[in-house]
């Protein structure tokens, strides 16, 4: 069984900064992709941010460049999201998600497998 729990969500001012972060159980984390996702209310889940088995390469939501930096300890299983410069429109529940078909970076939510509870994000004006 894989489980994930992500922590590190709260309620920031426009311009700040969180770190969320997200534990992996079970044995398959060193050989998952893990991408983050967010919902806003209303809207449909949108794709963030990727990363690869190894943290070697890695990929981000145009509108997110430059902001936010995604990180993993495979000692730790623990996938990280540095938010940065955080505006009202990153307010959203965020979701970490692992792909273990073995293959490589991906911003496709139907492509992961295991998901999180979310971890709730809000940035006031």
């Known amino acids: 069984q894989v489980q994930l729990v992500e922590s590190g969500g709260g309620l920031v001012q426009a311009g700040g900064s969180l770190r969320l972060s997200c534990v992996v159980s079970g044995r398959t984390f060193s050989s998952a992709t893990m991408g983050w996702f967010r919902q806003a209310p209303g809207k449909e889940r949108e794709f963030v941010s990727t990363?690869?088995?190894?943290?070697?390469?890695?990929y981000y939501a145009d509108s997110v460049k430059g902001r936010f930096t995604i990180s993993r300890d495979n000692a730790k299983n623990t996938v990280y999201l540095q938010m940065n410069s955080l505006k009202p429109e990153d307010t959203a529940v965020y979701y970490c998600a692992a792909r273990i078909d073995g293959l490589g970076l991906s911003m496709y939510s139907y492509q992961y497998s295991y998901w999180g509870q979310g971890t709730q994000v809000t940035v006031s004006s």
């Open positions: 990363i690869t088995r190894s943290g070697g390469s890695t």
